[in-house]
Nanobody, 125 residues
Framework: QVQLVESGGGLVQAGGSLRLSCAAS????????MGWFRQAPGKEREFVTS????????YYVDSVKGRFTISRENPKNMLYLQMNSLKPEDTAVYYC??????????????????WGQGTQVTVSS
């Protein structure tokens, strides 16, 4: 069992930056592909980005390419999402997730096994 706890959300003006963190419990974090998802009010949860277990591969949804960067520190059991040039449409609850059966990047939410509780990101115009 893996527990995930996100932090770092908040209110920021358009064009600003935030860094989300996700702390994972357990000794198997380094084996799992990890991802970030988000859910805006009235919308379905959507994939944002994923990183392979080693951190060598990443994948982003088109809408965040060039603005968001996913990274991980396996010795610290930490996952990060650096968000720059934020837009009002980035407003959502952001979730980190772990895919225990995969080491490569994963974009489908159905393939993730563990989820955090989410952290709110609000971007004002």
């Amino acid at each position: 069992q893996v527990q995930l706890v996100e932090s770092g959300g908040g209110l920021v003006q358009a064009g600003g930056s935030l860094r989300l963190s996700c702390a994972a419990s357990g000794r198997t974090f380094s084996r799992y592909a990890m991802g970030w998802f988000r859910q805006a009010p009235g919308k379905e949860r959507e994939f944002v980005t994923s990183i392979s277990s080693s951190g060598s591969s990443t994948y982003y949804v088109d809408s965040v390419k060039g603005r968001f960067t996913i990274s991980r520190e396996n010795p610290k059991n930490m996952l990060y999402l650096q968000m720059n040039s934020l837009k009002p449409e980035d407003t959502a609850v952001y979730y980190c997730a772990a895919a225990r059966r995969y080491s490569s990047v994963v974009s489908s939410s159905r393939l993730y096994d563990y989820w955090g509780q989410g952290t709110q990101v609000t971007v004002s115009s």
